[in-house]
């Protein structure tokens, strides 16, 4: 396949994440050092901005700045939740023909591949010969092929870090306290909250994700027993629990136009849970719910080493196929390697093994129908990198010397 010569075009969309930038000055550092492209632009709002020709000159930023814009957390170029139509698609390839994009590179998710893989089918069916690329980000860690996106480890690594800390809250002032985590379909993001628990005794105490179908009279029975044992309970929850029919425990009614519903920008799961919690088994309990919401993906200084390393590779990796002359399009993903200890590598799918797919929490890493394996301790505790050590005191008694 001959090399193309021309300009590429970089867009963000989707959630953000801690590392999506990183991607995006890996494409950048990529693209200025081939000789097959010329120029290299960003797109403002992802597809919204190239239908509209709202591109900026990426090659103009100087690299301190790019250095700057790297370890910033969300979308340095902004994003957007827009499902392209048969006729967006069209004008995009104008676009395209209109500033010589020879390249174009889409960091996102599910979402994300899905736009890639139709502006792919159209550019072929109107015989325009562009490189189209997906380049892997969500912190729901639930790309198909892949064994884990950038921005996941991240992610992952503030919600242990924030169980860590409420559950030494929890234990300063005993209860029941819910805590409701980022995960429509799938429960990867809720599982790190296991990294949490370090002996019996911490939390959480019970995990609840999408992968099981969730009981209402088996929760409650699992917090009265958890209570019973240790004296309070902590409890983390993945947003989209369903029931055995697949109904949504607690659901907006408002959805983005990839048919997603609105989950993480309310309390109302969190609401619902409490308020049963105490229905259920007493009035009189100290029972409190937090909904982490948006925080997990876009707090500052909470970042995993391995995943801002890897969010960058996957940009310069993205370049080196597209600009190799043997992949025409495809969506990058990050493999393991066998052995120990972790090592990553790279490759590419094509976009319709990624396009409108889920990966879900396997079941090795579930057990039961309220809690996590240790095996996943083993498939996370790479990507987060270590945790902080809680100190505990040795807590010597002092004879009582009064009867």
Known sequence: MARLQGNALIGQSGGPTCVINQSLVGLVEACTRSDAIQSVYGALQGIQGILTENLIDLGAETQATLEAVATTPCAALKSVRKKPTQDDAARVLEVFKA???????????NDSAETAHL???TAVAAGYDVRLFHVPKTIDNDLAVTDHCPGYGSAARFVAQAI?????DNKSLPGIKIDVIMGRHAGWLTAASRLSRVTEEDGPHLIYVPERAFSWDAFLGDVQRTYDAHGRCLVAVSEGIHDADGVLIAEGGEKDQFGN???SGSGALGDLLAGRVKAGLGSGLRVRADTFGYLQRSYF???SPSDADEARKVG???VEVATGGEVP???LVILREEGTPYRARFDVTDLANVAQKTRVLDDVYIEGTNDVSAAFLDYALPLVGELPVRGRLAA????????
Do not use: T, W
Not at 101 to 109: D, L
Not at 164 to 168: E, N, R, S, V
């Open 99 to 109: 500033h010589d994009i020879r390249y174009f590179f889409y960091i996102g998710g």
């Open 119 to 121: 502006l792919n089918e």
């Open 164 to 168: 860590m800390g409420d559950d030494q």
């Open 261 to 263: 519903a609105q989950l």
């Open 301 to 303: 200084g909470v970042v």
């Open 316 to 318: 310069h990796k993205a």
């Open 329 to 331: 399009h495809g969506s």
């Open 396 to 403: 010597q008694p002092v004879a009582k010397r009064l009867s």
